[in-house]
């Protein structure tokens, strides 16, 4: 049996059996430690890790390679930012029924999904689904809601001109109908602890930072949590009520609105949401950092909160909004 041996910043090293037929991510989970991942279909590069000795399936390319689609070829060492005791969530496929749905902006849809009675899938704050499609791929989309109650899920939906479950699926669905998905997923929460937290959402990449915000402000309240949220326009900023009731309620909550095309004056900031971090902050070495969106977001966050504000790669957290594409065929039955 091949072992993999993880190296850490500042910790002993983890070692692992790794079970031939799991890719490296399944093994290590198979074996009780969670690895940085998101989309586990090898789009978002969230699991991408150094290869220090061995030999991977597909080979590392320029030294790296992504957990979620490699396989060992004996044993492997890596350099990995943080390893994690897995969580005890189960995953589930439940046929939810669509509950309700409405436009919170021109280009995003609410989608409410109720799980059948009796039924209730636990899941942590930020983590994400896949909604099953016949004959396409999955797609992804983060809980916004906190994980109350356990029976149903809502989901905040970007609606892409040409998109499949945005433009074509969605809005065909009635009130009743079915909508299969399979949750939780992911390893973006919140993680315990003082460090001030740090969140910074692109477009619907808000969507976890909901949950993970009605889930902890209320309980955490010797913490401060700092939302930075962007869009293009100020109708992208789709939930700014709710944001104000927070900021109304919760005295360690702050938000920073940060426009990238937009002129008027909505008292937002301009730019871009992670240099909007960036001004505020002259380091970041005690903090945590949350970042959601378009995978062009996370890259630069990360790029830069590492390499500008000394924040330890460890304590950086990312869901990559990574897009399945337009490419997929749906029968037209679905
Ligand atoms: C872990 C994870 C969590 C996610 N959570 C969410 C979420 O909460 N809300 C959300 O809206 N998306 C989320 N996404 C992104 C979403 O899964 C993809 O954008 C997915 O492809 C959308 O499926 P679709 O069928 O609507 O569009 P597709 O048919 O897959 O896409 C068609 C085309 O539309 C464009 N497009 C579609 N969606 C987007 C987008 N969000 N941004 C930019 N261009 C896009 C692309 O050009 C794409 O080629 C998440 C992705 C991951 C990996």
Do not use: H, W
């Given at each position: 049996m091949s072992t993999c041996t993880l190296e850490l910043p500042g910790r002993a090293p983890i070692r692992f059996e790794l079970d031939p037929a799991l890719t490296v991510l399944d093994s290590a989970a198979k074996a009780g430690w969670e690895l940085p991942h998101s989309c586990r279909r090898g789009n978002c590069?969230?699991?991408?890790?150094?290869?220090?000795?061995?030999?991977?399936?597909?080979?590392?390319?320029?030294?790296?390679?992504l957990l979620c689609t490699s396989r060992a070829r004996g044993d492997i060492r890596l350099a990995v930012d943080r390893a994690e005791p897995v969580s005890t969530t189960t995953r589930k496929t439940v046929q939810a029924r669509l509950y309700r749905l409405r436009m919170?902006?021109?280009?995003?849809a609410v989608v409410?999904?109720?799980?059948?009675?009796?039924?209730?899938?636990p899941f942590k704050a930020g983590q994400y689904l896949q909604v099953l499609l016949d004959g396409a791929e999955p797609r992804s989309f983060s809980m916004s809601n906190a994980p109350k109650s356990s029976d149903s899920v809502q989901l905040q939906v970007r609606v892409m001109p040409g998109s499949l479950f945005g433009e074509r699926v969605l809005p065909s669905l009635k009130p009743g109908d079915p909508v299969t998905v399979e949750l939780p997923l992911g390893d973006?929460?919140?993680?315990?602890?003082?460090?001030?937290?740090?969140?910074v959402a692109g477009g619907t990449g808000f969507a976890p930072m909901q949950s993970i915000l009605e889930d902890a402000l209320a309980r955490q309240k010797d913490r401060s949590f700092t939302l930075y949220w962007g869009a293009r326009k100020a109708d992208g900023l789709y939930a700014l009520e709710q944001v104000k009731k927070w900021q109304q309620k919760f005295a360690h909550f702050r938000f920073v609105g940060v426009l990238s095309d937009d002129d008027s004056d909505h008292g937002m900031r301009r730019g871009l949401v992670h240099e909007a971090v960036l001004v505020d902050h002259a380091e970041l070495a005690h903090h945590q950092v949350y970042v959601c969106g378009a995978p062009v977001l996370v890259s630069a966050a990360r790029q830069a909160f590492t390499a500008q504000r000394d924040l330890p790669p460890g304590q950086f957290y990312a869901d990559s909004f990574a897009t399945v594409g337009s490419g997929s065929v749906l029968p037209s039955s679905a």
């Open positions: 590069e969230s699991c991408r890790v150094q290869v220090l000795d061995g030999e991977m399936s597909p080979p590392a390319q320029n030294g790296t390679a919170a902006a021109p280009d995003v409410d999904l109720r799980f059948p009675a009796g039924v209730k899938v973006f929460y919140l993680r315990e602890g003082p460090a001030p937290v740090i969140m």
